[in-house]
T-cell receptor, first 111, second 112 residues
């Protein structure tokens, strides 16, 4: 158990809708990052937040956005959902961006 | 371009048959290399962090090593419960904008 919790665990959305995924960091961690993992692939870095500011981003379009709150919890928002957005979304927390610890993920299916 | 490549993609071993998984990388400004284990439908579970060439770390039947261009995860006398996907990741860039790049993983299957 890492102490990183994510919700919801599974959800189904329709193409064009918007989704919000939530994450609570491990106690003592101040940095949170989000990853997208398609079936059979390794996780792909979406972005990282530190002190409520985005401080790193992968190759994802602006419709992927996030927030980090003062208690270091975080949200991932995806607008205008596309079929290819179907994946496991992983949240990870760390102390100053060092070794990251993952939650169990949120499975998103877009139909 | 920063890249992480894992091989083989899949590996089937008999219980007790030792082997190694490979992770080769090309990144600028390596800050650390990580190994994770991922069971189906679960998030990755942290195993090791390696920071510099020559470093080694062990945990039960697993041993991770690091050179300037690759890392190996050695598994000694594996058991069926070691079956999982093993992911390698590298952290590159400075602390203000670091990113972590994952390989596609090696699916390890141990037959009783």
């Amino acid at each position: 158990e890492t102490g990183v919790t994510q919700s919801p665990t599974h959800l189904i959305k329709t193409r064009g809708q918007q989704v919000t995924l939530r994450c609570s960091s491990q106690s003592g961690h101040n940095t949170v990052s989000w990853y997208q993992q398609a079936l059979g692939q390794g996780p792909q870095f979406i972005f990282q937040y530190y002190r409520e500011e985005e401080n790193g981003r992968g190759n994802f379009p602006p419709r992927f956005s996030g927030l980090q709150f003062p208690n270091y919890s975080s949200e991932l928002n995806v607008n205008a959902l596309e079929l290819d957005d179907s994946a496991l979304y992983l949240c990870a927390s760390s102390l100053y961006g060092n070794t990251i610890y993952f939650g169990e993920g949120s499975w998103l299916t877009v139909v | 371009e920063d890249q992480v490549t894992q091989s083989p993609e899949a590996l089937r071993l008999q219980e007790g048959e030792s082997s190694s998984l490979n992770c080769s990388y090309t990144v600028s400004g390596l800050r650390g290399l990580f190994w994770y284990r991922q069971d189906p439908g679960k998030g990755p579970e942290f195993l090791f962090t390696l920071y510099s060439a020559g470093e080694e770390k062990e945990k039960e039947r697993l041993k991770a090593t690091l050179t300037k261009k690759e890392s190996f995860l050695h598994i000694t006398a594996p058991k069926p419960e070691d079956s999982a996907t093993y992911l390698c990741a590298v952290q590159a860039g400075d602390s203000s904008a670091s990113k972590i790049i994952f390989g596609s993983g090696t699916r390890l299957s141990i037959r009783p």
